[in-house]
């Protein structure tokens, strides 16, 4: 895969206690995948030679007003490989995305406790990207041909399938550092 023709992007995967993960409705000030749902997500500033975790954390605090910390949201992990799509076919669609074909995606994985939700924050940017976010399932999400983005389908799908174990991995072990011994 010719990564040049793939815009260096970042995304977050929050999830919760209850294996739900945060999504986000695309704005309706946007010019593609309005009232879509999605994650966090964003490309790297890489004239700048930014850093993929750099990057993230600054796409969490423009697009949710978050920043990792050890009471809040809590970094788990990264998936090792990056994920891609390419753009729905548009005549316009590579002139419109400054020549590239698709996205190939850095996927960070936080933990988030469902009630934290409330210090969500999406009026950071003057031009914010997201009108409203929830807690939802993953597969269900996945499966919702009216809330995905049509050409993300693929990627969400092994999204899906790479993060359930890291997830269920921590989870487990939160359950485990609660539970009492005996």
Known sequence: MNEAKYRSCVGALIFNQNNQVLICKR??????A???WQFPQGGVEVEKNEDYYVAVQREIK????????IDTLKYVSKLQNPLSYIYEDSPSSTSRNGGHIGQMI??????????????????VEEKPEFDECKWFGFEEFINNNEMIVPFKKDMLHTL?????????HYLESALDLTLPKQ
Request: net charge neutral.
């Open 62 to 69: 423009e697009e949710i007003g978050l920043e990792p910390s």
């Open 27 to 32: 704005s309706i000030k946007k010019k593609t």
């Open 34 to 36: 309005v009232g879509r």
């Open 160 to 168: 899906f399938l790479e993060s359930q174990p890291i997830i269920n």
């Open 106 to 123: 850095h996927w960070y994985l936080f933990y988030l406790p469902k009630d934290l939700i409330k210090i969500v924050d999406l009026n």
